[in-house]
């Protein structure tokens, strides 16, 4: 089967709706480790035609900025958001959940935008959740808040991420990045806000529990 005919049919058939570890007021179509798509090589998912499924999975920086926005509802509550790299779209829901007026979800993967309308509507905020397939780094979302989380995996990719979010910090705009320290994560222009201990599978992070934390650019 060559999952492009059906995107819709392909996630209902290779995940399953659960609720999120540390933000279990969420569900999300998933893999497992009980689905195939957890299973596929690389190889066998280009192959089919399907890039990396980053959607598929709730990733630990995700897990602590939803945590976070939806603790802290102040923060988006009436608000445009900007989703950036949404993903399987967990903050846009957080985000819609606490209040958003709306959300813009963006992700350059086929997949992820009917993953995001399918978790969206599992949610009940569908109508509050608009996912867009686009490279948004280098626009500028007005005043809406801008969320990121589990961007900042790859050096040029991280790079081209930071000088825009700063940018827009300069500009003015509330920037909030959820992240488990990975390699690139600019630390030096960013303020702590709270950190997490988010369950996430071995296979992922290579750990059962992943100290994540919530960040805000300040510089």
Do not use: C
């Amino acid at each position: 089967m060559i999952p492009s005919s059906d995107p819709l049919a392909f996630i209902r058939a290779n995940t399953r709706l659960r609720p999120v570890p540390h933000a279990p007021e969420i569900v999300l179509h998933v893999a497992d480790e009980a689905t195939a798509l957890w299973q596929k090589t690389e190889e066998e998912l280009e192959a089919i035609g399907l890039p990396p499924p980053f959607w598929a999975f709730a990733w630990a920086g995700g897990q602590a900025l939803a945590r976070y926005v939806l603790d802290h509802p102040e923060i988006v509550a009436g608000r445009a958001v900007l989703d950036f790299a949404s993903g399987s779209g967990l903050v846009a829901i957080a985000a819609a959940l606490a209040g958003a007026s709306g959300v813009t979800a963006s992700d350059l993967d086929a997949f992820a935008l009917p993953a995001i309308g399918l978790n969206a509507a599992a949610n009940g905020v569908a109508d509050r959740i608009v996912p867009v397939q686009a490279d948004l780094i280098g626009s500028d979302p007005g005043s809406a808040i801008v969320l990121a989380a589990d961007i900042f995996y790859e050096r040029d990719l991280a790079a081209r991420v930071t000088a825009w979010l700063a940018g827009l910090h300069a500009r003015g705009a509330t920037v909030l990045v959820g992240d488990p320290g990975r390699s690139y994560l600019p630390r030096d222009r960013l303020a702590i806000l709270a950190t997490y201990d988010v369950p996430v599978s071995r296979a992922l992070e290579d750990a059962e529990i992943k100290r994540s934390s919530v960040w805000r650019f300040v510089g």
